[in-house]
């Protein structure tokens, strides 16, 4: 996918830690006993960065860098830029976000870490998919429309009334599309790795950095975006648009009744300093008594990007009317309906009809040492054999050869991908002007996505 992709990535790190505990699982023990228990013995500390090594039986089969990806619906991903109205392109951002959820989609996903990757690790990868534009909004000029309620539009493409139709779908040429992708690991502890998406047809990417921190609370685990993480940023070259869109906290619980399920709280905002408009996604607080209810609301609205970056509007109420565009309301892990003003409303994302894409990465053979499937090939197939024992002897064989790799080189890792115009764990948030810079990674120069074989 890389240029010079041939040689083995540099491999050195910070100071060395100790080697991590390792948690052991008796033979017949529930796997949400034993999780149960070892988050018990961790108490409330940031699970994120305590260093124990998990037995293969609560791994899922593949790395961060392959777990934590955004791109689930490629589809919507190329038709970030079709429509013309900026406040259409607000939602779809909004969606193709959004849709990053459709792995937890179930009522009891499943619950298992992936490998936490090691230091200069690597993911290639890439998604075809048909030329043809996602369904979007259609652009109402009318202003006179009915207050009766109508059926709600489906921009899905399911039971639309024509007289309602709130979307349309414009089919072009059916050869396929690439989307290419580059994924990093660029510190152990705590765990850091930097991605970009991009489309060169559509001249779209998407870039940031994935810092995850897990605490727990004693009843639930909440999981959410680390201190160098600052988002997503998409960036759409045909309107000279960039869009920032940042992540919200989620939790798991259940874990006392032995159902353990997902929700999500605080906000998702989406910001567009070259159209001036802000989307914020209210994940709405869950009845303390009775079944979760996984609802959200927003409000789309223009805004004053210098006073927002020292000063940014939160909260919903605080939202003046004259300044709102457009309203977004529904489930989170279903169906989220918007309406824009002088629109009809219309079905935004149906989560539960949504499919991950399949993802392409190089054959095995023809992958570098260091990429990521490569590495942990092993330790997968003896996961997806049940063999556990064998899965969890590889599992800290591998760890333990990139643990002495790093005492052996001794200083800072260097990146072979990216470079950033912040420092990568900078805490300095004084210069302003330098905030929508953070946890941006930019390619190097020399190198181009797309796969290339060794």
């Not at 929700?263 to 079944?291: H, M, N, Q, W």
Request: aromatic share 10%.
């Amino acid at each position: 996918m890389l240029s010079n992709r041939n040689s083995r990535a540099s491999l050195v790190g910070a100071p060395v830690q100790s080697a991590p505990e390792n948690i052991d699982m008796d033979e017949g023990a529930s796997k949400l006993s034993v999780i149960w228990t070892i988050l018990k013995k961790l108490g409330t500390s940031d699970v994120s960065s305590v260093r124990m090594s998990l037995p293969a039986n609560l791994m899922e089969p593949r790395s961060n860098l392959e777990f934590w990806n955004y791109n689930d619906r490629p589809d919507y991903f190329i038709s970030l830029s079709d429509s013309q109205d900026p406040a259409e392109r607000m939602l779809h951002v909004l969606r193709w976000f959004l849709c990053k959820d459709t792995k937890w989609k179930a009522q009891h996903p499943q619950l298992r870490k992936p490998y936490q990757p090691v230091l200069g690790e690597f993911l290639q990868c890439e998604w075809s998919v048909s030329n043809e534009s996602a369904p979007t909004f259609h652009q109402s000029t009318s202003s006179g429309a009915s207050s009766a309620k109508t059926p709600r539009a489906s921009i899905e493409g399911n039971d639309v009334d024509a007289a309602s139709l709130a979307a349309t779908l414009v089919t072009q040429e059916t050869e396929q599309i690439t989307i290419s992708c580059i994924s990093e690991q660029l510190v152990h502890s705590p765990s850091v790795s930097a991605f970009y998406y991009e489309c060169k047809e559509r001249g779209i990417s998407a870039r940031g950095v994935d810092h995850v921190t897990a605490k727990f609370t004693g009843t639930a685990v909440k999981i959410g975006p680390g201190e160098f993480n600052h988002g997503v940023y998409v960036n759409l070259n045909k309107w000279g648009e960039e869009y920032n869109c940042s992540f919200p906290w989620a939790s798991v619980a259940g874990w006392i009744s032995g159902n353990p399920y997902i929700t999500v709280s605080d906000v998702t905002t989406v910001v567009c300093e070259k159209s001036k408009l802000k989307c914020i996604l209210l994940y709405k607080d869950e009845p303390f008594f009775g079944a979760p209810k996984f609802a959200v609301e927003g409000k789309i609205f223009r805004y004053d990007p210098e006073l927002d970056r020292t000063k940014p509007v939160k909260d919903l109420k605080k939202i003046d009317d004259a300044d709102v565009v457009g309203t977004i309301w529904g489930q989170w892990n279903g169906k989220i309906y918007a309406k824009l003003n002088g629109q009809q409303e219309g079905l935004l994302l149906d989560l539960q009809a949504s499919e991950t894409a399949v993802m392409k990465t190089p054959p095995i053979d023809e992958q570098a040492e260091n990429e990521s499937r490569r590495i942990w090939e092993h330790v997968s197939n003896a996961i997806l054999a049940k063999d556990f024992a064998q899965a969890t002897k590889l599992k800290r064989d591998i760890e333990d050869e990139y643990r002495k790799i790093r005492a052996q080189k001794g200083s800072a890792h260097k990146s072979k991908y990216f470079d950033f115009k912040v420092p990568l764990l900078s805490s300095d948030h004084s210069d302003t002007s330098m905030l929508m810079e953070r946890g941006k990674p930019y390619l190097k120069d020399g190198i181009t996505l797309g796969f290339v074989r060794k």
